[in-house]
């Protein structure tokens, strides 16, 4: 079952997911912090499904720019990647349109691989 945002219903485009409360916010929008899916976490790196799956796409250029390689490279490193992220601005997107898609998506992986699902 894929992660929904209590607040603004969009469906994260990962299974991965846990919801901090309310009161815990996304570092760079403000939505309600939900990513990353982890016991203990570090305040500063907590964002929303929505800007949680940008981050999945914008992740490696600026891991290049930023000279992260692995779990083996400086977390100074990880974190400058990060931070340049979180100053960007979030895309605008039609979240109806993108659940409807994701949900599209899933009918198919289940329709594949329904030994997963059951």
Request: glycine content about 6%; hydrophobic content about 30%.
């Amino acid at each position: 079952m894929r992660t929904v945002d209590p607040e603004t219903g969009y469906i994260c485009c990962t299974w991965l997911g846990k919801d901090y409360g309310a009161d815990v916010r996304c570092r760079r929008c403000g939505g309600r912090g939900m990513w990353p899916r982890e016991d203990e976490v570090d305040p500063k790196t907590i964002l929303c499904l929505k800007c949680a799956d940008e981050w999945f796409e914008m992740a490696g250029p600026l891991f290049d720019k930023h000279g992260w390689k692995d779990m083996r490279s400086s977390q100074k490193k990880w974190m400058a990647a990060f931070d340049e992220f979180c100053q960007t601005k979030p895309k605008e997107l039609d979240v109806k349109a993108h659940n409807r898609q994701i949900k599209s998506n899933d009918r198919v992986i289940h329709a594949v691989f329904p030994q997963y699902f059951s």
